[in-house]
């Protein structure tokens, strides 16, 4: 007969597993508000057990290391702001206008409303090497999204799938400078300002991407 490996027993009448994800919860949360106050080279595992009130044998039972709990703290951020985009978009009517509007007003609500996120886009992702190379990650997905969404809203405007992935990218990747560069305090421009504008860049970049093509060709 073989034996079955022993079955953790509850504890205070919470399952070994319920436990450890409570665990879990609360050392994302300290590195959350660590990483988001004092930024990366102070989300060390000390301070981080220490913020979650564990022993750090607690904190290797759920990351391997440091690295490893930085890079879930900011998966998981990018998760709950790509479920935001996704939402506003769902939301917002089928035309290109609106959408946009609703996607860029929700990105700035969503970074606003915590302030440790755009701490951590200011300050943890430029002077992180491991982050600097997540954030590469992050561009492609968002620049995903945003052709999903052009197909899908100009959708009877025949756009090459390499043209829009182009635009996606440029775009991503020179708007995430651009809000850096505005929540870090450098841009003399109000929020409402700022929104208006990058609703107009977006919507004037798509615009280009059939005449860009053609003269391409």
Request: hydrophobic share 45%.
């Amino acid at each position: 007969m073989t034996s079955q490996p022993p079955r953790a027993r509850p504890y205070g009448g919470v399952p070994a597993d319920q436990r450890r994800a409570r665990r879990r919860a609360a050392l994302l949360a300290a590195g959350l508000e660590l990483l988001g106050t004092q930024g990366w080279a102070a989300t060390t595992v000390r301070k981080v057990c220490a913020e979650a009130g564990l022993n750090d044998r607690y904190f290797y039972e759920s990351f391997p290391d440091r690295d490893a709990l930085l890079l879930a703290i900011v998966d998981e951020q990018v998760a709950l702001g790509t479920d935001v985009i996704l939402s506003a978009a769902r939301r917002a009517p089928r035309h290109p206008q609106a959408r946009t509007r609703a996607v860029v007003t929700a990105v700035f609500g969503f970074l606003t409303t915590d302030p440790r996120r755009a701490h951590i886009l200011t300050h943890a992702f430029p002077s992180s090497p491991l982050l600097q190379r997540r954030r590469i990650e992050i561009i492609r997905t968002m620049a995903a999204i945003f052709a999903a969404q052009t197909h899908e809203t100009l959708d009877q405007v025949p756009l090459p799938d390499v043209d829009v992935e182009l635009t996606g990218l440029t775009l991503t990747a020179g708007l995430w400078e651009l809000f850096t560069t505005w929540f870090r305090g450098d841009l003399d421009v109000d929020r409402d300002h700022l929104i208006d504008y990058t609703v107009a860049l977006v919507l004037s970049t798509v615009e280009l991407a059939a005449p860009l093509h053609h003269h391409l060709r």
